[in-house]
């Protein structure tokens, strides 16, 4: 059984590099591929200890289109990467960038409508988990106006690009839209600027 679960974590990791390596964006602004795949999410066995184990979303072949939102009824996983030239910025369990609305300023996002389209709110059904070197302490949520649970981060809500195709795209870094600026987050929970 234990073989059979490395077996199974090795190819789907595999897979997942051969989808990132093959499947990026030749776009103006898109970076190059992530240096640093996106986390395998490690998952407690019936003895308690943890495993390496692929999500269910981590799979999804290079025809699919990344969505923008998280798996619904999951808890959001924010992790850290390296995705070009920006070392340790904040991903999700898919390996898509997350960034930060200087418009916001507080953890309350004030991104919504026209701008919620063009920037979708990372989500959450439950509390948010830090993996691959992102700061549990730094994680929170908030409520948003539909009653959906949007993920904060060093009190900085936290949104997708919907101009990001695949894994990672960094094409919203230092976007103006909607009134403010967007940025890419590192680790440490603040906008890392230098396009």
């Known amino acids: 059984m234990r073989i059979s679960r490395s077996v199974t974590a090795t190819t789907a990791v595999v897979a997942l ?4 390596c093959g499947g990026c964006s030749s776009s103006k602004k898109t970076t190059a591929p992530a240096s640093t795949p ?3 999410i490690a998952t407690p066995t019936s003895t308690g200890s943890p495993t390496t184990e692929p999500t269910s979303t981590e799979s999804a072949s290079p025809t ?3 969505s923008p939102s998280p798996s619904a009824g999951t808890a959001g996983v924010v992790a ?3 995705i070009g030239k920006f070392q340790n910025i904040l991903v999700d369990s898919q390996g898509r960038t997350l960034y930060l609305f200087e418009a916001d300023t507080s953890p309350t996002s004030t991104c919504y409508d ?7 709110p990372a989500l959450t059904t439950g509390a948010p988990t830090a993996a691959n070197g992102a700061d549990q302490a730094k994680l929170s949520t908030t409520t948003r106006k539909d009653g959906k649970t949007q993920i904060v981060y060093n009190g900085h809500p ?7 195709k695949a894994q990672g795209d960094t094409n919203g870094e230092e976007s103006s839209a909607f009134g403010a600026k967007w ?6 929970g603040t906008k ?3 396009d």
């Not at 590099?17 to 990132?20: A, F, P």
């Open 17 to 20: 590099i051969t989808v990132v």
């Open 38 to 40: 996106p986390p395998v």
């Open 64 to 66: 699919e289109s990344a």
């Open 80 to 82: 850290a990467a390296t």
């Open 114 to 120: 026209d701008c919620a389209t063009a920037w979708p």
């Open 158 to 164: 936290l949104y997708y690009f919907e101009g990001d």
């Open 183 to 188: 940025y890419v987050v590192n680790v440490s």
């Open 192 to 194: 890392v600027e230098g």
